[in-house]
Structures are given as structure tokens and as C-alpha cells.
């Protein structure tokens, strides 16, 4: 532990040399801190006491060890505003592997599981709940947007490397200062007022993530950014600093941020905060795409609903809703950087949309519809489907073609065909095609209703030997 380290009743506001708050007009200091008791009931009541007893055997091990450990980031933030933490996060003084695999922690059958590339550990407990390890580090970013360089540091290091204050606060949990709240940032303050704050003028152009990030942080918490930090936001736009980053991680940070449950909110956020070039050449009209946005989780919903066993990929029809009315080669030009699952799917939906409502119209038999249903994928139907209210014919069209239509095949296979006289070939593909759409039109129901169709329609002779 480091001697600069403040403690939960040192009286001093936490306001640490070089955190650029000093002068700030917007904060205050924090007056009002957690004593080490008030933390430990806090971890009980809401973590329980088998997870308070789990941290308590883990400080005990590590200060055996002479590798203090400490709950970081995320999970403290969430435990000072009474969330749930479904993860919990360690950061080590030391060597994550020989805390990890000690063989007390393991006790109730906790299975370890090393990542030695990463120097990092996960320890999971036969009740589900997780813990991660990482030995505290220092990061040096070579250059901006770049992966850091890293090097075993502190806790205080490890807290200084974080995005937002918010973030970069820590519980001690060495058996004798366990349950001391460590926040050389203020993040605390910054939690009070609802404040997503950097921890240095740097911060966007190192990680451009933390823009992504931020505008997620602000529409859970319905947080804001602190003054300086929307400055130096504006600074790092203007640098077009998100271009720098690899396709795949600003991809993983668009798609946790439409995957939000809050899509309008998180729309909303990123046009006032200028980043709407990310998704399209121009902003979106907001009235009508929120509309649509509520239509597609309507969608989505049914879906659930109606197909449990089948998988989406939700951010599909958000991209699909969010690309229908911008030029095809806009959204072609993000697919080609972007690795996005089924991408080039969402490209052949986007040319085929346009067309599809008049095509739909003009669809006399179901049959008709479902060989145009057909053509889309599933989140490109959804999408199609989000466009109309939920009782229009055209949602009603759709959702009939995936909960019944797109499942029915012709009565008679083809073995069956051939066995009634039919020879192979395309022409055998045909007549399945044909006995397919009559069942889709309600023309014949069974093997014995398609025979007669058959011969009805002259393929088979009317007298069967
Ligand atoms: N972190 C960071 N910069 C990043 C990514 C992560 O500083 N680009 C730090 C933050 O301190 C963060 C912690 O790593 O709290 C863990 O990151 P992550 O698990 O992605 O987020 P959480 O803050 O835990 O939030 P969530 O509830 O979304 O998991």
C-alpha cells in the first residue's frame, strides 16, 4: 500500500494534487464519506453475507500473501448507488496467480481459471457468482487509440488508469482497513451529482472507447458530462479521434449501446452529443425513428414470445431500422469496418426493403407473400414489420408467415414423388415447389388432398396403378 493513500476519516476534501479539480467551480468536496463499517453493511445488505464472508477470506489470503486486494471499478460504483453488481472486479497488489490458486479460496469447490496472457484470474463459485482478478497495473498509451503499454503498478495507479471518476474508486479489503473506501478522483462527489468526469485531459485520446462508454454510462445512470469533460469531448470530435479505432472496437461499443433497453434515450444522447456520423451521414429524424424504435421492440418482443427457442441478434434490426432511409453505399461503407455478424445480410435486406411494401400489396395468395417474406432475413422482416402499426395487415402478413407459413413443406417428399411416378430431376424440385405453395394457399392439407391436387392439375395420371 502506498503512503499517499487517504483513508475513509482523513478529514482533507478529496481533491489529490494533479486531478484537474482543483478550482473546478462545479464540485464540491466530499463531506460526507462512508466510515469502514457503514462500507461492510453496505456489501451485506446488498451482496449478502456468504459474498461479505467471500471478500473477508480473500483480503485474509492476500494480506498473508503480501498481495493486498481491493474490489474495483464498476461493482464499487454500483454498491455506492444500491445497484446490483452481477460481476465482481479485483485488482491485486501483486501475483494474481498465487492469490487465485491458493487453496482456501478454492474451498467451496470455487473453480479457478487462470489467463495467464493477461495475468488476469476468474474465480467462479458452484452458486453462479464470479469473481475476476487483475493485478493492479499502469498504462502508457504509446500513441492515441492505441493499446496501452502495461506494467505492474498500485492500487492508486490502477484508479488513475480508469476512464471516469466514477469508476476509479476501490474497497480495501485487507482484514485490518477492510471495508475503506479508496477515491483519490472524487468519484463519489462526481456519483452524488449525477457527474461523468475524466480523470485527465487526455483520457478520450488514449481510449476513444470512453466516449462509447460514457454515452452508455449516461443513459443507465441518467449521468451528465461534467463541463471540462464535454470540452475536451468536443476536443477529441473535432481530432476525429473514434476514426482511429480498429472497426472491432468501436463495433463492441456501438452494439452494447444499442442493445441498451433505454434505444431512444441512448439516440437522443448521441445526437446532443454531436456523434450521429458514427451511424449516419446525417441525423436521424427523431420523431419518426423513435416510433419506429418503439414499434421494433414491440417486434422483437412478439418474437421472443412466439419463438423462444430461436436466436436474434437484436442490433441486426436496429441497424436495419436506423439504415432504411440513408444511401445503401453509407451503411456498406460502416459494414466493411465494422465486423457486425450477418452484415452483408443487413446490406441484401437494405436493397430489397424498399421494394417490398408495394410487392407485399400487390401479393394475391399467401403463397405469393411468403416467397417474398422469404427473401428477407429474420431482422430484416422484424425491421419491415416495425415500419407499420402493430395491427396493420402488413405486421399481420408477417408474423403469419413466421409462426406458421415459413414452416410448411410440401406433403409429399420427393422420395414419395418418385414412388407415384415422377423421375428426378428439376423438374421433381418443381413440383415440390408447386405442392408447397398450394398447402401455403390452402389448397390441399395432407398427402392424400395433394395426390388428387396432382392429378388435378394433369401431373399425375388420374388412374394410379
Ligand atoms: N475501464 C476503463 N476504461 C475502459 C474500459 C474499462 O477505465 N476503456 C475500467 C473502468 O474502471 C471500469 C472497469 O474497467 O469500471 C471495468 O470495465 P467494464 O467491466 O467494461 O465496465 P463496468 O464499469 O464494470 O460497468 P458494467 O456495469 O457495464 O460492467
Redesign the pocket.
Known sequence: MTANKRTATDPAPLLPAGSGRQGDPGTTPDTNRFTTPQIRQMLQRQWGDVLLQRLEVIGGIAARLGTPAYL????V??LLQNRPAPDL?LAIEGDVRALAESPPLQQPHAQCQLHPRFGTATLRYPDGFRLDFARCRIEHYPAPATLPEVRPGDIHSDLA???FTI??MAVDLNPTTFGELLDPHGGRADLRQGLLRVLHAGSFLD?P??IL?GLRFAVRFQFRLEKGTRALLREALAQDILARLSGARLWRELQYLLELSDLPIALERLGAWRLWPLLRPEPADMESLLVRIRRGHQEIDWFRRHCPDETLFDAAVWLTILWRDIPWTEAEKRLHYWPVAGGHRILRDLRLLPDMPGALTRADRPSAAGRLWERLSLPGLLALCAEYPETDIMVESGHQHLRRQRWLSSPLNGKELQALGLTPGPRLGEVLERLRNARLDGEIKDKETARQWLIGQGILPSIQP
Open positions: 474495483v471499478g464498476g461493482c460504483r454500483d472486479d488508469r480508469r476512464d469508476n476509479a481510449d472507447t470512453r462508454r
